[in-house]
């Protein structure tokens, strides 16, 4: 069964912390890996798209890796800040279809 | 740029009525997705769209139908609706020809009285 784990299921962290979530996936025949932040009661913002064939990707103070024969992937918020609060999603898509899985998300809090 | 756009934004139903939610994806994104978010729980796939057709199925109860028309806009219709379908509905559109990155809409929040 295809499934998406995300650990911690909570962090809380003072300002200016660095940071790394945890994403790991069953079935390592994955077409890509996205990273989405989710403010309470809001929609879904994309914030890294990881092909299969690629390894990390970078966007401002974030960085996605991914491993698939371990079947995980990271994502690193350097110097975080109170803005970057709320609840970081990581989604699957494998190959062969089109079903997209989320993991339950870590819910952070930065402390300023 | 167009976003995914989704409608009614919000939504009250009593148990056992009829709702339908739309959904009008970026233009030339040719999928869609729709996914159901009970409170404090992580999006579950209900059903996908490529082309007008049901790409991909997931956990959509019986009750509940969805279809994509020709300008790939999507409906998803709910009857007889009990308590347990509160829920954010999110839409999410897809360019099949692109990268595979999903753009969600910003939900539709559906309270079944």
């Known amino acids: 069964k295809q499934e998406v784990t995300q650990i911690p299921a909570a962090l809380s962290v003072p300002e200016g912390e660095n940071l790394v979530l945890n994403c790991s996936f069953t079935?390592?025949?994955?077409?890509?890996l996205q990273w989405f932040r989710q403010d309470p009661g809001k929609g879904l913002t994309s914030l890294l798209l990881?092909?299969?064939?690629?390894r990390e990707q970078t966007s401002g103070r974030l960085n996605a890796s991914l491993d698939k024969s371990s079947g995980r992937s990271t994502l690193y918020i350097a110097a975080s800040q109170p803005g970057d609060s709320a609840t970081y999603l990581c989604?699957?898509?494998?190959?062969?279809?089109?079903?997209?899985?989320f993991g339950a998300g870590t819910r952070l809090f930065v402390k300023a | 740029a167009a976003g995914v756009i989704q409608s009614p934004r919000h939504l009250i139903k009593e148990k056992r009525e009829t709702a339908t939610l739309k959904c009008y994806p970026i233009?030339?994104?040719?999928?869609v997705y729709w996914y159901q978010q009970g409170p404090g729980q992580d999006p579950q796939f209900l059903i996908s769209?490529?082309?007008?057709?049901?790409?991909d199925k997931g956990s959509i109860p019986d009750r509940f139908s969805a279809q994509q028309f020709s300008d790939y806009h999507s409906e998803l219709n709910m009857s007889s609706l009990e308590l347990g379908d509160s829920a954010l509905y999110f839409c999410?559109?897809?360019?099949?020809?692109?990268?595979?990155?999903?753009?969600f809409g910003e939900g539709s929040r559906l309270t079944v009285l």
């Open positions: 989604a699957v898509r494998w190959t062969g279809g089109f079903k997209t899985i």
């Open positions: 079935d390592s025949a994955i077409y890509n």
């Open positions: 990881i092909q299969s064939s690629q």
């Open positions: 233009p030339r994104h040719d999928t």
């Open positions: 769209f490529y082309e007008k057709m049901q790409s």
């Open positions: 999410a559109s897809l360019g099949y020809a692109n990268t595979g990155e999903l753009f």
